[in-house]
């Protein structure tokens, strides 16, 4: 386990910004309280709790892997439409203690959903 410092900075903030998630257009995240986090020169990504994310389109896989500062990560596939997004969502289940903020909240690749920002009164 590394501790995030100088050399690899990791900041998580509240988004002020509601985040929506979304497949094929279909929502299925739409939060106020999505986490920004900021890793080294990663770009940023958002957090999303579970109780803002459709979890019935989604199941665990057997993928894991491990990032040094953050602990342990659980990975999920959604099925919307009959489309089969393997993989399309990570999580810290039981993250290291520098990071227990996202704690089960979880992350989407960009590349496989759209994640976008909208203003906090919509």
């Not at 900075?9 to 497949?23: D, F, G, K, S």
């Not at 579970?50 to 993928?63: A, K, L, P, S, V």
Request: glycine share 6%.
């Amino acid at each position: 386990m590394k501790q995030p410092g100088p050399d690899h900075p990791i900041t998580v903030a509240l988004n002020p910004r509601r985040v929506r998630v979304e497949v094929n257009g279909h929502v299925i995240a739409d939060s106020a309280a999505a986490l920004t986090l900021k890793e080294a020169d990663y770009p940023a990504v958002q957090y999303i709790p579970r109780e803002d994310i459709e979890m019935g389109f989604f199941g665990r896989t057997d993928r894991s892997s491990n990032c040094p500062y953050k602990g342990d990560a659980s990975y999920y596939t959604a099925t919307i439409d009959g489309e089969v997004l393997e993989n399309v969502a990570w999580s810290y289940e039981d993250p290291y203690p520098a990071m227990e903020q996202i704690r089960g909240a979880l992350a989407f690749y960009p590349d496989r959903v759209r994640i976008y920002e909208v203003d906090p009164s919509v």
